[in-house]
């Protein structure tokens, strides 16, 4: 386990067993605190005030430990816990590098870069046409979609047909543009590339077109 961060200027997140419910909740907490829950089983729910049931899909001979796994994961961060004493635990649990978080930092290295031409570079992995994050987020709509696809009620394929649509015609616009913003950034500048990023001289390819399985060709 590794040491927790310097602690958080937060009021204490609670995880305790609602007495009318019988689900194991947690109160309280920042965004970043939500985000850890939300990793750990909790679902979010907002009526007023934001607070985080445990997932029904976790088996109840494992809610007490996964409980103890969020306040490990908590305490890890530097929040303070106030737990039932069946879920409350001294320990930590090693932090990692979450997909949101390695975009965000993506995000920093753009606000912290020193011209056009390094913005530009930084945004091929956003646009990148296979395995780019809004191509990843194009493949994940239809993954969801197909699953709503299997699961016969009466409003899921309506719900199915909602996610493509978001896959199909809402991300191509964002696409499209970011390709166009990269080439008008990279056009602004004369400064050399850098090693590696330089290409032949050549038309740029046309943006992929987008087919219903949400891939490219």
Do not use: C
Request: charged letters at 20%; glycine letters at 8%; proline letters at 8%.
């Amino acid at each position: 386990m590794n040491e927790p961060a310097a602690p958080r200027k937060a009021p204490p997140i609670t995880v305790t067993r609602d007495a009318d419910t019988g689900r194991i909740t947690a109160h309280g907490g920042d965004g970043l605190a939500h985000g850890i829950l939300e990793r750990t089983f909790f679902l979010r729910e907002v009526r007023g005030v934001t607070w985080h049931p445990m997932s029904p899909t976790v088996e109840p001979a494992d809610e007490a430990a996964v409980a103890k796994l969020a306040v490990a994961r908590l305490q890890a961060a530097g929040y303070r816990v106030q737990a039932d004493p069946q879920f409350a635990t001294s320990t930590t649990d090693p932090r990692y590098v979450t997909t949101g978080r390695s975009i965000a930092n993506l995000a920093e290295s753009i606000r912290e870069a020193g011209n056009p031409a390094e913005v530009s570079d930084r945004l091929e992995e956003v646009t990148a046409a296979h395995d780019g994050i809004l191509a990843s987020l194009g493949q994940l709509l239809h993954s969801l979609a197909s699953v709503y696809d299997g699961l016969g009620g009466p409003a899921d394929r309506h719900v199915a047909a909602r996610v493509r649509y978001l896959a199909e015609h809402r991300l191509g616009p964002i696409t499209a543009d970011l390709l166009h913003t990269r080439a008008e950034l990279a056009d602004r500048t004369t400064a050399p590339a850098r090693p590696g990023t330089a290409l032949p001289a050549a038309a740029l390819p046309a943006s992929p077109a987008s087919t219903a399985s949400g891939r490219t060709r």
